[in-house]
């Protein structure tokens, strides 16, 4: 084992194959976690519902199993509920085999699960690339795979788990204190100026107008990256998330014909923001002064 990871060191060839097929694999288990956290998540809502208010309406039939987590029931077409072999699940190649096409229904299977797969791998390789074999790179590697699922299941959802969230959170900040990214001290101001930005944004918006612009997990995925980065990061994500999302929203809103006051989730725009921020945040506020003081 040791040798292994001596030639990832010393090989950058076999460190980058070697994360490039743990991803993958990584990629098909956030399609599972896309897909069925935020349906666990409304089991139990629906749980505690029953127990305050003793409602014995029936459950949606996709949850009504016995056992329901992101390891059981084991991988299945949701169409002719055919038990997927082990064959049929190899991560990419399996979905071009079968020509994205169920073997036992021939039901088609959305392109967005090899997409995931393929951009999980890509997104990596490109965090690899960056930061070489290193502590840091295990810790954003992780970081990134959980940014995927919180913007896919945010899309489908409107929703930023906290079951992800906090996590994370808890390992940027163990991280600092291991010395893999900014002191402690740094991280914990961090964390708070990017929780209370949004949150204060938040509240002057809805005693304006009574709406609520977004969600507390916008809140806690901005004291992730303020946890990482440090406060000085915080403007630099909020102005480059807040122009991504106004730019792609207003296209997105006018391909499907949606009024402007449709409310389109921020929460991807933050982690997109958030991540190209890790990798060139220095970058980008150099190009910003260089423009500003031009």
């Given amino acids: 084992m040791l040798d292994v990871f001596q030639l990832m060191q010393t090989q950058t060839w076999f460190f980058l194959l070697c994360v490039g097929l743990i991803s993958l694999c990584i990629g098909s ?69 079968l020509r994205g096409k169920c073997a036992h229904c021939k039901t088609t299977i959305s392109v967005r699960y090899p997409l995931v797969e393929l ?33 896919f299941i ?19 900040l163990l991280a600092s204190v291991q010395g893999l990214t900014i002191a402690p001290k740094d991280a914990i101001i961090g964390a708070a100026v990017g929780y209370l930005s ?30 990482l980065l440090g406060w000085q990061a915080i403007l630099t994500i909020v102005l480059l998330s807040s122009v991504v999302g106004a730019i792609i929203g207003s296209i997105q809103l006018a391909v499907q014909g949606k009024d402007k006051s449709t409310p389109i989730p921020f929460g991807p725009y933050l982690a997109i923001a958030g991540w190209i921020t890790l990798l060139y945040g220095d970058i980008i ?10």
């Fill in 29 to 97: 288990f956030l399609n599972v976690v896309i897909y069925r956290l935020p349906v666990m998540m409304n089991k139990q809502w629906r749980d505690e519902c029953k127990l305050i208010l003793s409602d014995e309406s029936p459950e949606p039939k996709h949850i009504q199993a016995e056992t329901f987590n992101l390891a059981a029931p084991g991988s299945h077409c949701p169409n002719c509920n055919t038990k997927i072999k082990f064959w049929q699940n190899i991560p990419l190649l399996s979905w071009l085999l």
């Fill in 198 to 227: 949004l949150w204060s944004v938040y509240w002057l918006f809805k005693l304006t107008t009574g709406k609520e612009g977004m969600g507390y997990g916008d809140f806690k995925l901005l004291a992730i990256f303020g946890a």
């Fill in 154 to 172: 945010d899309i489908d959802h409107m929703l930023l788990p906290d079951q992800i969230t906090l996590p994370l959170l808890w390992l940027v």
């Fill in 119 to 151: 951009g999980t791998a890509l997104v990596s390789l490109f965090v690899a690339q960056h930061f070489g074999a290193t502590p840091q790179c295990v810790l954003f590697l992780v970081l990134t795979w959980a940014l995927i699922a919180l913007i």
């Fill in 285 to 294: 506020e150099r190009w910003y002064f260089n423009l500003v003081l031009a």
